[in-house]
């Protein structure tokens, strides 16, 4: 899937359908962090456009209620977990992946889509796009929740920008999300473990 400049314009105006204000700004950040991070840690060229992609549409149904969310899954037939449904969080991640490949086909292969799908969470197995996607979101520069700030110094701060140090930082951030959920008392999501164990695994192996 190739994707011109011409066509992100036409996105971006687009995008503003579904996120307006602060999450619309968000959203421009991501894009342009997802960018930054691609070309960073050596996603191909020819792939950078679909990350910026991506940033467009990750959060495209995150505006809506737990209701509208529940019954978007239906429509679309998601089978949501009993993790999904006690993460409301969650949701939007799920139904945005099938939004944006009904309202956006021509930008949402299956990469796209599985990078939408958990950007919120993690999973085990995630791909280098998934990865970026997921960091991305946490750390572009709007975000200023200390946790925020403390990723992004942590990835920023040493200069590399090999495998390991973004596996690292993932670990860093998975480890922040479970640390907030366990201090509010709420539940914690079966992928972010697993992700975060994963990893953990992958880098125990190789250093
Ligand atoms: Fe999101
Ligand atoms: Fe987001």
Same mark, same amino acid.
């Given at each position: 899937?190739?994707i011109?400049?011409?066509? %992100?314009?036409?996105?971006r105006?687009?995008?503003?359908? !579904?996120v307006?204000?602060k999450?619309?700004?968000?959203?421009?950040?991501?894009e342009?962090?997802?960018?930054k991070?691609g070309? @960073? @840690?050596?996603?191909?060229?020819n792939?950078?456009p679909?990350l910026?992609?991506?940033?467009?549409?990750? =959060?495209i149904?995150?505006? @809506?209620?737990v209701?509208? +969310?529940l019954?978007?899954?239906e429509?679309?037939? /998601?089978?949501?977990s009993?993790?999904? /449904?006690k993460?409301?969080?969650?949701l939007h991640?799920?139904t945005?992946?099938?939004?944006a490949?009904e309202? !956006?086909?021509d930008f949402?292969d299956?990469e796209v #889509?599985s990078?939408i799908?958990?950007?919120?969470t993690?999973?085990?197995r995630?791909t280098?796009f998934?990865k970026?996607?997921?960091l991305a979101d946490?750390i572009?520069?709007?975000? =200023? #929740?200390?946790?925020?700030?403390?990723?992004?110094?942590?990835f920023y701060s040493?200069g590399?920008?090999?495998?390991?140090? @973004?596996?690292k930082? %993932? /670990?860093?951030s #998975?480890?922040?999300t479970?640390?907030?959920? %366990? =201090?509010?008392?709420? !539940? /914690?999501h079966?992928?972010t473990?697993a992700?975060?164990?994963?990893?953990?695994? +992958?880098?125990l192996r190789?250093?």
């Amino acid at each position: 899937m190739q994707i011109s400049e011409k066509q %992100l314009c036409i996105l971006r105006s687009e995008i503003a359908r !579904f996120v307006s204000g602060k999450r619309l700004e968000h959203t421009l950040s991501v894009e342009k962090e997802a960018v930054k991070l691609g070309l @960073l @840690l050596g996603i191909p060229e020819n792939k950078i456009p679909k990350l910026a992609a991506a940033g467009l549409l990750h =959060d495209i149904t995150k505006g @809506l209620t737990v209701a509208q +969310q529940l019954s978007l899954a239906e429509k679309y037939g /998601i089978r949501l977990s009993d993790d999904d /449904i006690k993460n409301p969080k969650v949701l939007h991640s799920l139904t945005g992946a099938y939004a944006a490949l009904e309202n !956006f086909p021509d930008f949402t292969d299956s990469e796209v #889509f599985s990078s939408i799908q958990c950007h919120t969470t993690g999973k085990p197995r995630m791909t280098l796009f998934q990865k970026i996607l997921y960091l991305a979101d946490y750390i572009e520069p709007l975000r =200023d #929740f200390p946790d925020c700030i403390r990723l992004r110094e942590y990835f920023y701060s040493t200069g590399k920008t090999d495998a390991s140090h @973004l596996d690292k930082t %993932l /670990i860093l951030s #998975f480890d922040m999300t479970v640390r907030n959920l %366990l =201090d509010e008392k709420q !539940f /914690i999501h079966k992928k972010t473990v697993a992700a975060r164990n994963y990893i953990l695994n +992958q880098l125990l192996r190789t250093t």
